[in-house]
């Protein structure tokens, strides 16, 4: 059995929304009894994560946008740059812990505390970029997390597969131009679905051309054009990049029953993408992997393919 970092902070419920919205803290309040009473847990190297360093966080985000932020929050605004990313006066507080924890587990990985972790965090980050933050996202955490992973560890290549149902606009474009990480994304299609990016065409920029990928789905997609997608697209392209840590932008509201987007994946699906992701962090990077939760907002599905993920991440 691997030894898996299990992160999280009870802060991480501080962040509340003033209105109904389905990101909430009982996403992950679901998260944790669901794996607490499957003695999942238990099994897991708990980490307590801490707060970033600023160079951490700016090595990513502007300080312009940080003090924006800081400033929202401490005035009591309910929302930032769009009205469905929600504020509250613990808002920039939680974003950064949530950020810190991202880091927490790829310090565990780095350092070989743990040989994968999954980060059990939130605010979701995979939309927020240098300077704005948008679809429930204030703080990029895959983003610092690879970040972290390259400055303070020497790691050279980062891949980060996303399996959001929406297309992680800000993390494309942090790393658009950056041939160092290799950003991965199957979501539905943009036509369909927030954020309304994420094209087969969109493939970097400069130096980085080449080293992103986009796998629109259409609506109606399910395991089979997943497994698909991952056999026949992403494997090739990560064995031309060979990676040396994998990042997962793991959202699980690709299910079926969730309610915010149209495609069909199953449990058995996210065991695929989980057990896939393995197989080929074990192939190419020492079997390094640190899960980072984004979305999903059915609490029994979110808790089922958690569950899984986790079980998945165990396993050798």
């Not at 769009?82 to 565990?108: C, P, Q, W």
């Not at 699906?269 to 190419?284: E, P, Q, S």
Request: hydrophobic share 40%; glycine share 10%; net charge negative.
């Amino acid at each position: 059995m691997k030894r898996v970092a299990w992160i999280y902070h009870p802060d991480y419920l501080l962040h509340s929304p003033p209105f109904e919205h389905p990101e909430s803290p009982e996403r992950l309040v679901a998260i944790t009894d669901h794996l607490g009473k499957a003695g999942l847990i238990d099994r897991m190297v708990v980490v307590t994560p801490e707060y970033p360093e600023d160079t951490d966080i700016l090595s990513v985000h502007d300080r312009d946008y940080l003090n924006r932020l800081e400033t929202a929050c401490r005035r009591g605004d309910l929302t930032l740059d769009s009205e469905d990313t929600y504020l509250n006066r613990h808002s920039f507080n939680v974003a950064l812990l949530s950020a810190g924890g991202a880091i927490s587990g790829a310090k565990a990985v780095a350092e070989g505390t743990a040989d994968r972790a999954f980060c059990a965090i939130r605010p979701p980050g995979h939309h927020a970029g240098p300077d704005v933050g948008m679809g429930f996202c204030l703080l990029n955490n895959a983003a610092v997390a690879a970040r972290y992973l390259q400055a303070r560890h020497g790691v050279g290549k980062v891949l980060i597969v996303d399996w959001d149902v929406h297309h992680g606009n800000g993390t494309q474009n942090i790393f658009l131009e950056d041939p160092s990480v290799f950003y991965f994304s199957i979501h539905e299609h943009p036509t369909f679905l927030y954020p309304g990016t994420g094209r087969r065409w969109e493939i970097g920029k400069g130096k980085g051309e080449g080293t992103t990928l986009n796998a629109p789905m259409a609506p109606g997609a399910g395991d089979a054009e997943y497994r698909t997608t991952f056999e026949q697209t992403l494997e090739p392209a990560v064995e031309r990049f060979r990676p040396e840590v994998i990042l997962v932008s793991a959202g699980f509201d690709a299910h079926r029953d969730d309610p915010l987007a149209d495609l069909m994946v199953t449990e058995e699906g996210f065991r695929f993408m989980t057990r896939h992701v393995v197989a080929l962090a074990n192939k190419f990077c020492g079997g390094k992997v640190v899960s980072i939760l984004e979305g999903g907002y059915e609490p029994s599905s979110l808790t089922s393919c958690i569950e899984i993920h986790v079980r998945e991440l165990l396993e050798e």
